[in-house]
């Protein structure tokens, strides 16, 4: 499951496992991890679900946030977790490509949000004031363009935790993820067996 072993779940990472048995149909990787300290990664998602519904990023907006940084960085479990999320909200193809870097099917306010957070993922102290002219130029204010930029900064960390301890894909993505996802994601850790 990781680099770590299994720890003594607490009440709290029980109720994280019943919410993916509920969810997903399986306990996930990253779930298990995580249980070393299930109220941190539940105060990282209140942070982001505090800043969602804050600013009204959409399933779609999100899914091509966390599918445009987490490919940029080369995190195959959250690259294939929100993939599939992604194709469900648009298509197989869509999110596929979002994930290879390649941003047909998106609107050119979409295209904008994945290239910054691409930008973001991959060399945040490379970016300029041209990459954030180009966000307004597509429709984002200022005050959105740092809401998705704190957004892909979590989602980065959270993503950074799992992979430096070497969480892998749950297998089940094997069979819930597209196929054009599982295609695409051809980085970070593989499927676990």
């Not at 680099?3 to 779930?31: R, Y």
């Not at 929100?82 to 648009?90: D, F, N, P």
């Not at 966000?135 to 809401?147: N, S, V």
Request: aromatic share 10%.
């Amino acid at each position: 499951m990781s680099f770590l072993g299994l720890p003594e779940p607490n009440a709290e990472a029980k109720e994280v496992f019943d919410d993916d048995l509920a969810e997903l149909g399986f306990v996930m990787n990253a779930s298990r991890l995580w249980a070393y300290q299930p109220s941190w990664q539940r105060r990282i998602f209140e942070l982001l679900g505090t800043l969602v519904r804050e600013h009204d990023l959409t399933y779609r907006q999100r899914g091509i946030l966390v599918a445009a940084c987490a490919s940029a960085f080369g995190d195959s479990y959250c690259s294939l977790a929100w993939g599939s999320k992604l194709a469900a909200a648009t298509s197989e193809e869509t999110a596929a490509a979002v994930l290879r870097g390649a941003d047909d099917g998106l609107t050119p306010a979409e295209q904008a949000m994945a290239v910054w957070a691409r930008k973001v993922a991959r060399d945040p102290n490379g970016t300029s004031g041209s990459d954030v002219s180009a966000l307004r130029e597509a429709g984002w204010t200022d005050e959105q363009i740092f809401a998705i930029t704190v957004f892909v900064a979590l989602r980065v960390a959270f993503s950074t935790v799992n992979d430096a301890l070497g969480a892998r894909p749950d297998a089940a993505y094997r069979s819930l993820a597209p196929a054009a996802v599982l295609e695409a994601v051809t980085f970070g850790r593989p499927i676990e067996d």
